[in-house]
């Protein structure tokens, strides 16, 4: 038996299918052009930027040589100072001047002051556990306990003591050690990493000493991580597949630090008393059997954030300034002028003496500004769709704030691409404030090892700059990114002891 039993019937069942295509396809036209009109309302309400293509986005825009923020640079020059991209499923913002980057970091800290938690090395890492990668309420807590311990320092001997012992080792190292700018960095960044020992451990090591030399080599290969380039955080999908060796290898070098932290502990525990904290360490037992203590796992995770976070930079600033003073040559004589005119006998250097210096604290503010080390911000985000002037940011993309741009915007500083530390010096000859200045970031996230990091600098430079004079070397200085810093490229300079 068949369906239709007559033509009429089949004319019938014609029409009848004809009517059900034609609302078929009515509906299906309407949803097109309502997806089409919502998204093209989404993408109007998006910050500008270039074309993206399907699946990879910008990521294909961004392959080249140059360094990412250079990149970042010239696509600013086309779309403006608010940039949206999408590197494969990761959506970011990127802010630009000094205008757009205060107005996010200080006016509307509290909507952007978050880190991306699904980054897959914070992930896989388990590193929202530290203070680097974690938000609300568990950054707060941890910073407040780490704060004092890199400012002003714990236990009787200073933080101040620590940096001229170290200081001394430098000039010791530097009488023996010949050779080009490798050779200073190597120094200076076992130098720095002695400091960080000093106030997680509270004792400094030999060079030399196996455990320093371990230390170092987790701390190295950590460094080495892809962090956001790794393509697992562009296409997700890639993240169901089996661990890589690298993470693998993470993971096995976390371990090997805990463990390695967690002997320190046990060592620390059997000579603690509570009226004696003098390191991290201490801070932690004292605080350990007491309500929501900070545990084990964030000191291990604290430990690591200090290393990575804040060695390797310190150690590069300090080999900028010596690159710099090597370029200028006057300048440089200017700062031993000045060490010399201000200190004269005095043997050890401390805060209360750069201060009576302004001028080489003006060639560190300059350094700093020029070099930028850290050109990018370490990546915010928002956790919810954003309103900011005529844009939406929609939820959970990446927000990084470029403080490179800051630093060069040629509304704040004249001539931005020579090195003047003058411009640091007001009609009064003492360090002169600028606003657009901030290598360690402003708002809720900003460096809280910020008084640190410049203290390292200023008095190492004393120490160096009373005890070597520096020349031979190039003209301009290149920078150049391997890592995670921008650091200067290789370079020809020879240091000359000169007494003090
Ligand atoms: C020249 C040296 C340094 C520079 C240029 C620098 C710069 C920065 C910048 C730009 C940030 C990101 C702020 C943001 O995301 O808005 C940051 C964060 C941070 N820095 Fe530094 N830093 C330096 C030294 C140090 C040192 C010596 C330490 C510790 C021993 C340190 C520990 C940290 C930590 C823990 C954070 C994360 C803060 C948070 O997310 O709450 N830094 N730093």
């Not at 400094?204 to 955080?233: A, C, H, T, W």
């Not at 310190?314 to 006057?330: F, K, S």
């Not at 031993?336 to 043997?347: A, G, N, P, V, Y």
Request: aromatic share 10%.
């Amino acid at each position: 038996m068949s369906f239709f039993n007559s033509d009429s019937d089949i004319l019938d069942g014609c029409t009848e299918i004809f009517w059900i295509v034609i609302r078929f396809l009515v509906g299906l036209l309407t949803f097109l052009l309502f997806i089409k009109m919502f998204s093209r309302n989404a993408n109007r309400a998006l910050p500008p930027g270039p074309k993206r293509r399907p699946l990879v986005g910008n990521l294909l825009q961004l392959k080249g040589d140059e360094m990412f923020y250079v990149k970042l640079n010239e696509l600013r020059k086309v779309h403006g100072d608010l940039l949206y991209l999408e590197l494969g499923s990761v959506k970011m913002f990127i802010v630009f001047g000094h205008e757009m980057n205060k107005k996010l970091l200080q006016d509307e800290k509290d909507r952007f002051k978050f880190r991306p938690q699904w980054l897959i090395e914070v992930k896989s890492l388990g590193l929202s556990d530290g203070i680097v990668w974690s938000n609300g309420l568990q950054n707060d807590k941890l910073r407040k306990f780490a704060i004092p311990a890199v400012y002003p320092g714990l236990g009787p001997v200073t933080l101040t003591q620590r940096v001229q012992t170290e200081s001394g080792m430098v000039v010791q190292e530097l009488t023996k050690a010949t050779g080009d700018s490798s050779v200073l960095k190597r120094i200076f960044y076992e130098a720095i990493c002695n400091i960080n020992f000093c106030v997680l451990f509270g004792d400094r090591y030999d060079y030399k000493d196996p455990e320093f030399i371990q230390f170092i080599s987790i701390m190295d290969q950590l460094l080495q991580r892809g962090g956001v380039k790794n393509i697992l955080n562009f296409f997700p999908f890639l993240q169901k597949l089996p661990e890589s060796s690298k993470t693998k290898n993470s993971k096995r070098l976390l371990r090997e630090l805990s463990s390695l932290i967690h002997t320190k502990i046990e060592s620390a525990r059997e000579s603690f008393s509570n009226e004696n904290i003098t390191n991290l360490i201490d801070a932690y037992l004292a605080q350990e059997s007491t309500t929501d203590a900070v545990t084990e796992e964030n000191v291990c995770h604290i430990v690591r954030d200090f290393f990575v976070a804040g060695t390797e930079n310190v150690a590069i600033g300090i080999l900028w300034l010596v690159g710099y003073l090597t370029c200028h040559p006057d300048i440089q004589d200017k700062c031993r002028q000045s060490i010399t005119e201000t200190l004269k006998d005095k043997e050890t250097i401390d805060m209360d003496d750069v201060v009576k210096m302004p001028y080489l604290e003006a060639t560190v503010h300059e350094t700093l500004r020029l070099a930028n080390i850290a050109p990018l911000s370490v990546p915010h985000a928002v956790v919810e769709d954003v309103e900011l002037d005529e844009f939406i940011i929609p939820k959970d993309t990446m927000v990084l704030t470029h403080l490179q741009s800051v630093h060069m915007d040629s509304n704040h500083w004249d001539d931005p691409s020579t090195f003047n530390p003058d411009r640091f010096i007001g009609p009064d000859g003492q360090l002169l404030k600028n606003d657009a200045f901030y290598p360690f970031s402003i708002g809720t996230r900003y460096c809280m090892a910020s008084k640190l990091a410049q203290m390292e600098m200023n008095l190492m430079l004393c120490y160096i700059l009373r005890n070597f004079k520096f020349s031979e070397g190039p003209k301009l200085l290149k920078h150049t990114q391997p890592g995670a810093f921008v650091e200067p490229e290789t370079f020809n300079v020879t240091w000359t002891h000169i007494g003090s």
